[in-house]
DNA sequence: CCCTGATTCGC
DNA sequence: GCGAATCAGG
C-alpha cells in the first residue's frame, strides 16, 4: 500500500482532528499504527506527546530475532495481496456483520446517530462507518466511557477478534455468533 | 491488562 | 521513504 497524495490528505487531517494514530489507523484502513505515526513523523505533522520523554532514546542495535520472536512476528508479517489487516473495517467489510450490517433489519437496537469529524468528541464511539471520502461517511458516536476509542459494543467487537484471531482462524460463523452473543 | 506517541534502523 | 519492533510512558 503506498501513500497517495490524497492518503497523505486524509492523515493530515485525522491528525489533526485529534484522532489517535489507532483510530485513524482503523479508518484508513490499508496502513498500521505504526505506518501512520511514521508517516506523520515523516510530514512534520505536529507532535502530540502525550509522553514527555527524557531525552533521547539509547541507540540500540537490533537484535537478531529470538526463536520466540520468530513466531511471534510471524503474525505480524506482511499481508497478502487481498489481505486486510484486523480491525473493525475489515471485520465490516470480509464478514459483514459490522455496523452497517447491524444497522439494518436487526433486533438488536443498537442507536447509531451519525457524526462527522467535525462533530467528534473525546468520549464518543470513534468506530468508523462507511468509507472515508464517501459522503455518508460517519463515526457511530454513541457514549464512550472511560477514556475509550468506542462504545461498550464496538470496543468488545473491535478488540476481541484480534485476539482470538491471534490463536487460530475464526470461521464466519463464529464472529456472527460472537456478535449475537454481545448484544444479548 | 488497556492504551498512547516516539524512535530506531533494516529493508 | 517506509513501517515493524521496540521503547517509554498514562
Redesign the pocket.
Known sequence: ???TPER?DLLKKL?LQ???????ARTMD??????????????N???????????????????K??LA?IG????????LPGQH?EGPLRAERSLGFGPVALERGSDLSLQETHSTLMELKHNTCKWPIGDPGDPDFHFCSQNAEG????CEFH?RL??RP??KRDEKRESRQDQQDFVKALAS
Open positions: 500500500m503506498v501513500w497523505e491528525w485529534g484522532l489517535s494514530a489507532s483510530q485513524i490499508c496502513f498500521t499504527r505504526n505506518a501512520i505515526i511514521g508517516k506523520a513523523h515523516r510530514l505533522l505536529p507532535k502530540r506527546s502525550p509522553v514527555a520523554r527524557s531525552g533521547p532514546k539509547p541507540r540500540r542495535l537490533r537484535a530475532p529470538s520472536r511471534s512476528m510471524a503474525k505480524a508479517s506482511p499481508r489487516r477514556g475509550k476509542s468506542y470496543h473491535a478488540y484480534l485476539r
